[in-house]
């Protein structure tokens, strides 16, 4: 593959990224859990389409995939082991961890300490030396802000409580976060295959509709009212056409899950932006 391609790849992959990465922050998915998720993503299918059955070379999958051969085994023996699943505490797990086990930040009996927000005296205990401490360089003044919207720390006359261990982030349930992968699976799917079809025409059925210059956000409500009727009579026409045709489904043959996804889209236009351009806009340079 040229160079050039994998740019383009790489940067149509950012695009896609943006909004999931913005949902796995928000649900507290470390870098780290992404990061691993990802390997095991690339052995699966480096092993699924890449490689033949039987014994597996693992020389040849940490080519194929850019991992080492360590890297390569350890996603291969964690799957194996079941029910295993590494813990990765995010920043404000790390932080509360230390306010309830570090003896400097605890009082009588074990009991975290209400701390100021920062101390000129080094002896006293403060909230910016604990994020300072369990936290590398998160700015403490969002971790505090991030532990108080949680509900895990509260102002005190001037001081700041730790009042709960676990840091909860907005909850989301099963079926939802369920959704949202059975979703991005089917739109990329058929995405990478149109783009990689051998063959003119081989491809599913992938057309886009939308405004040229744009809409306002009233007019944009507007078309969400005017859709949701029509697209909802579409699909149940091909709902019926579905139910009508069940009898053509031989059996003992081989079945696949198939089937329309339609989606009113907003694009956000800061989205469209790359980070060096936000890094640009904010006047941020690299440190000498």
């Given at each position: 593959?040229?160079?050039?391609?994998?740019?383009?790849?790489?940067?149509?992959?950012?695009?896609?990224?943006?909004?999931?990465?913005?949902?796995?922050?928000?649900?507290?998915?470390?870098?780290?859990?992404?990061?691993?998720?990802?390997?095991?993503?690339?052995?699966?299918?480096?092993?699924?389409?890449?490689?033949?059955?039987?014994?597996?070379?693992?020389?040849?999958?940490?080519?194929?995939?850019?991992?080492?051969?360590?890297?390569?085994?350890?996603v291969i023996d964690r799957t194996i082991e079941s029910g295993y699943q590494e813990k990765t505490y995010s920043r404000p797990e790390r932080v509360l961890t230390g306010w309830y086990s570090d003896p400097r930040y605890q009082g009588p009996y074990g009991i975290p300490l209400e701390l100021p927000y920062e101390s000129a005296d080094k002896e006293t205990p403060c909230f910016v030396d604990l994020v300072r401490q369990y936290s590398g360089d998160m700015a403490p003044r969002q971790m505090l802000d991030q532990l108080v919207e949680a509900g895990s720390v509260l102002e005190v006359e001037g001081r700041y409580k730790a009042v709960r261990r676990i840091f909860k982030h907005s909850t989301l349930s099963p079926s939802l976060i369920k959704r949202l992968g059975e979703v991005g699976y089917r739109v990329f799917s058929t995405a990478a295959k149109n783009i990689d079809k051998e063959m003119e025409g081989s491809g599913y059925f992938d057309r886009m509709v939308f405004a040229d210059d744009g809409c306002t956000d009233e007019l944009i409500d507007s078309f969400d009212d005017f859709i949701k009727p029509r697209g909802q009579e579409f699909l149940e026409e091909i709902d019926v056409w579905f139910s009508s045709r069940k009898e053509l489904n031989r059996p003992g043959d081989e079945r696949k899950e198939t089937g329309i996804y339609m989606v009113h889209y907003v694009e956000d236009i800061d989205d469209q932006g790359t980070l060096r351009s936000l890094l640009h806009k904010r006047g941020i340079e690299k440190e000498r």
């Open positions: 593959m040229g160079q050039e391609v994998k740019d383009h790849l790489r940067a149509a992959l950012s695009l896609m990224f943006k909004p999931l990465i913005r949902l796995l922050i928000a649900q507290g998915v470390t870098h780290a859990e992404f990061s691993e998720t990802a390997k095991e993503v690339y052995v699966e299918i480096a092993l699924r389409h890449f490689e033949s059955e039987g014994r597996v070379n693992r020389s040849r999958v940490a080519i194929l995939t850019g991992l080492t051969r360590k890297e390569v085994k350890n």
